[in-house]
């Protein structure tokens, strides 16, 4: 494996043990208070991935072999991570694929806990399959999660919607750590 590689695997590794740690001394409150936030996002999730069945988004992917998801190793965030680690369903990342988290058959990681950039994305093919007023839904939707997110990102200081490898995860910061 590149050093590189290598490297961002085991940053990543180090990430997810420290947020494991910090979970294990967190306060019942902002446990609470994130198990919460993630329902809220994964009700909202679903419902935006509703809009891309229906607008036969796997069919798509499937055929242009998911090519948006080339570059996105950066893309998990500490809400995301929370979540899927709480249901013991955090995939193990694989920094040598494209996206750490891309397998044969698509994305790994669960709708719920699904990254903000990932989930909100369409592509033109898959927007212009989307009837006008479907696609204004889609867009409320995307708004009322971006708010959420932006939620975290103002609450700890490890919650940026960038992610948890760039904007959240720098060394030594504490990730649950209230701003
Ligand atoms: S969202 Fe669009 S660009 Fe990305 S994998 Fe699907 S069809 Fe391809
Ligand atoms: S997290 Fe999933 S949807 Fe996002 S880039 Fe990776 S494989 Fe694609």
Same mark, same amino acid.
């Not at 040598?96 to 397998?103: A, K, Y």
């Not at 700890?156 to 940026?160: F, K, T, V």
């Given at each position: 494996m590149a050093v590189d590689l290598q490297q961002r695997q085991q940053h990543w590794q180090q990430l997810i043990d420290q947020l494991r740690g910090e979970w294990a001394r967190l306060p019942e409150t902002e446990r609470d208070w994130l198990r919460c936030q993630s329902q809220a996002i994964a009700v909202l999730q679903h419902q935006l991935y509703a809009l891309f069945l229906a607008a036969d988004g796997p069919a798509r992917c499937q055929a242009c072999a998911g @090519? !948006? !998801?080339? @570059?996105?190793?950066?893309?998990?965030?500490l809400i995301n991570a929370v979540a899927a680690l709480q249901a013991a369903a955090l995939p193990e990342a694989d920094f040598?694929?494209? !996206?750490?988290?891309?397998?044969p058959a698509g994305c790994l990681l669960a709708v719920d806990w699904r990254p903000f950039n990932c989930i909100i994305f369409l592509c033109e093919p898959i927007e212009q399959a989307l009837p006008p007023r479907q696609l204004r839904h889609f867009y409320q939707l995307e708004g009322a999660l971006r708010d959420l997110y932006l939620q975290v990102e103002q609450r700890?200081?490890?919650?940026?919607r960038q992610g948890l490898l760039i904007g959240g995860g720098q060394h030594g910061r504490a990730l649950l750590q209230r701003r």
């Open positions: @090519s !948006c !998801c080339d @570059s996105g190793h950066n893309h998990l965030t040598q694929r494209p !996206c750490p988290f891309i397998g700890y200081q490890g919650g940026s």
